[in-house]
């Protein structure tokens, strides 16, 4: 069951690096939350069950309902439905998330350890990669807000590869999780897309020399 | 006594924000300016003290708040001077979130936890976010948009490298991540882990140091904030950056890691040098060209940090007469502004005519800057090239010598023309503000004590130096 819902997640950041619509990003995100649930729920049986409650209840109501809810309200409110035309096309996409796939097995094989979960490892790069080509490669700040997002799924994914020793640093860890991408999204519904039309990364480059 | 210090600060910051009247909130900061300096004489006094378990007074962390007590007032002082002819609501936030962004600094300074030090760099993100988007025009937003974005950013690398030292800990049987706990179990473990845990935290955390890879940040921030706050965080924030790393650094010393962590310091810091000529040639802001200075200093830094021997003395040395020189420059671009109305370069000019104590600031800051004796920065640069030439780095030493000409260049062409030459474009300002020369003394005393630095440190001084580096094992 385990081993399955890695592969879901995978396929979810495949999905993800080749969708071209905010709304499929949203639901990813939705579904990427589910998922991180399940796979915590069947990792961590050996915390305490106040952690593991709070873990819990971080990834099925934070990620799964209060993200993709505020990722929603502005995809309603700036009218923005698909990503920037400039930006790299799907095929290239796949290739490069395939590329991702291969050195993320690659380089968690190099660090095989009897402690590490390769398959977590694995899982964690690759959302690692996934995360960083989605704010390299789009031209919209919601693309990059969806990459940062999925950057805080491979922080978790690495909390999960080391095992449930350090419940302390990951209930940290979500806990930064929250804060800071309430405060982005907030900042990003509120701020920016009245003052910057459309949401254009380009429109954020007036500081300049 | 750091418990009292954390209560009084949160009770001050909330009565700035929450109790609306001007005086009463220029009567708290006032007050926590005198606090944070009591508290900074308090640690100095109980040298390697550990309070609450997670804070110690070690020599680096209380060197490093010496230096942050003393420019704050003078932060404290620009930003009353800031806000004299501004009525706004803003004055609160301002002044509570300046409270919770030095201590959260202060906490980062003596925190002895890599996740206390994570958490404690994660709130000077939130609180150094409120200040940079004070103006709240459309450069401030896209500022503290980016601010916030790659800093978090780095925090996740920043916490993937913790992770990964938290695993290695896990592995030499260490449940704690105590900077010394990391020290004894370093080389019990697989320095690949340490390798990929170093890369990351260094990553993360060059976000604050504003160095190579993440310097952007910094600048972009710099150049928006009010220039109180971009004297703070191009010198306080960037002296915590440094800490955090050579924590990390001193504590992988003694590993096969070592002469890797050399490299990788020593790449960063030239290629952080590189990135500050480069850009200082094209600069056409103030600010900014001041901001890519500081970048220009911390790979200077991250080069002595990777050379070693006098480098460790050089580079601390160098971070402490910086500070003071950075923030002094700092303050007078705010007042420059208030002068020219504008922080363009091509609509600078003729500020020695218009406000010569100023100018005068400028220039005599600016042979500071590019380590012109008697500047005292000149000892910590002349310390960095004895360290490369006797390590025989001479790659890096012409590299370097270079680079820090094209920043001579590109800074002295500037600040000549902001001080002597007409503007190259006429911007409207019929009524040019009168400032007294007393409100510039603390830029004059800051760069005098440089100066007097170059002749004199004082053994105090040293030795508090000395000690901050022996932490290193190869040292």
């Given at each position: ?209 | ?58 020599s680096l962390?209380?060197v490093f708040?010496l230096v ?167 010198t306080?924030?960037v002296n915590?950056?440094f800490i955090?790393?050579f ?50 200093n911390a790979?200077l830094v991250a080069i002595a940090l990777?050379v070693?021997g006098y480098g460790y003395y050089a580079a601390v040395l160098l971070l402490i007469m910086h500070s003071f020189v950075k ?41 500071c800057l590019?380590a012109?004796?008697?500047s005292g920065l000149f000892i910590s640069e002349y310390m960095i090239f004895k360290a ?61 004590l440089v100066i007097a630095l170059c002749f004199y440190r004082p053994p105090f001084l040293d030795e508090l130096i000395r000690q901050g580096i ?6």
């Amino acid at each position: 069951m385990l081993n399955f819902l890695i592969i879901l997640f995978a396929i979810s950041l495949i999905y993800l690096s080749v969708s071209e619509r905010f709304r499929t990003y949203a639901k990813l995100i939705a579904a990427q939350g589910i998922l991180l649930m399940g796979i915590a729920l069947f990792e961590l049986k050996e915390v305490n069950t106040a952690s593991l409650i709070f873990i819990l209840a971080e990834t099925l109501i934070f990620k799964t309902i209060v993200v993709p809810y505020l990722l929603y309200s502005i995809i309603n409110r700036t009218g923005v439905y698909k990503v920037h035309n400039k930006s790299l096309l799907g095929f290239y996409s796949l290739i490069l998330a395939l590329l991702a796939l291969v050195l993320s097995i690659v380089m968690a094989n190099a660090l095989e350890n009897p402690k590490i979960d390769t398959v977590y490892l694995t899982i964690a790069l690759f959302t690692l990669f996934i995360g960083v080509l989605l704010v390299v490669n789009h031209k919209l700040i919601f693309s990059h807000m969806i990459g940062f997002l999925v950057i805080e799924n491979a922080v978790f994914m690495f909390s999960m590869s080391v095992g449930s020793e350090m419940t302390m640093l990951i209930n940290i860890g979500i806990l930064l999780d929250i804060f800071v991408s309430v405060l982005i999204i907030s900042i990003l519904i509120n701020r920016i897309g009245s003052k910057f039309n459309k949401l254009e990364a380009d429109n954020l480059n007036s500081l300049k020399n | 006594m750091i418990l009292y210090y954390f209560i009084i600060a949160a009770i001050l910051s909330l009565v700035a924000v929450f109790v609306k009247f001007r005086r009463i909130a220029k009567a708290a900061i006032i007050t926590f300016s005198l606090v944070q300096a009591a508290f900074a004489s308090y640690a100095y006094l109980h040298l390697n003290q550990t309070e609450l378990s997670y804070f110690t007074f070690d020599s680096l962390g209380v060197v490093f708040l010496l230096v942050l007590s003393v420019i704050f007032p003078a932060a404290v002082f620009h930003g009353f001077r800031y806000f004299k002819n501004r009525i706004t609501r803003r004055f609160f936030y301002y002044h509570a979130a300046l409270i919770g962004l030095i201590t959260a600094i202060t906490g980062a300074y003596l925190a002895n936890e890599a996740t206390v030090v994570w958490i404690l760099v994660e709130a000077t993100t939130l609180f150094a976010s409120v200040l940079i988007y004070h103006e709240k025009t459309k450069y401030a937003l896209e500022a503290t948009w980016k601010y916030i974005f790659l800093c978090s950013v780095g925090i996740a690398f920043a916490y993937m490298g913790i992770l990964f030292l938290g695993f290695t800990m896990n592995q030499g049987g260490f449940t704690d991540l105590s900077f010394l706990a990391i020290t004894n179990a370093a080389s019990l473990v697989d320095p690949l882990y340490l390798k990929i845990a170093f890369v990351f935290i260094f990553i993360g955390y060059s976000t604050k140091m504003e160095i190579f890879p993440m310097h952007t940040v910094g600048i972009d921030a710099n150049s928006v904030a009010p220039s109180p706050v971009g004297a703070l965080i191009s010198t306080a924030m960037v002296n915590m950056g440094f800490i955090i790393i050579f924590r990390i650094y001193a504590a992988l010393s003694a590993t096969p890691i070592f002469s890797w962590m050399n490299h990788i310091l020593l790449i960063a810091g030239v290629l952080s040098v590189l990135v500050a000529a480069g850009y200082m040639l094209k600069a056409k802001h103030n600010k900014r060209m001041f901001a890519y200075s500081s970048l220009e200093n911390a790979g200077l830094v991250a080069i002595a940090l990777g050379v070693g021997g006098y480098g460790y003395y050089a580079a601390v040395l160098l971070l402490i007469m910086h500070s003071f020189v950075k923030s002094s420059m700092f303050f007078q671009l705010g007042q420059l502004y208030r002068v020219l109305n504008t922080m363009k370069l091509d609509a600078s000019g003729n500020y020695m005519r218009l406000y010569p104590a100023g100018a005068l600031v400028l220039i005599i800051g600016m042979f500071c800057l590019l380590a012109v004796p008697p500047s005292g920065l000149f000892i910590s640069e002349y310390m960095i090239f004895k360290a490369l030439i006797f390590g025989n780095y001479w790659f890096v030493t012409v590299i370097t010598m270079l680079l820090l000409c094209v920043v001579v260049y590109a800074m002295s062409v500037r600040i000549m023309h902001i001080c002597f030459s007409e503007p190259r474009e006429i911007i409207h300002n019929k009524y040019p503000e009168k400032i007294h020369p007393a409100e510039t003394i603390t830029q004059f005393v800051f760069l005098m004590l440089v100066i007097a630095l170059c002749f004199y440190r004082p053994p105090f001084l040293d030795e508090l130096i000395r000690q901050g580096i022996s932490i290193i094992a190869n040292h």
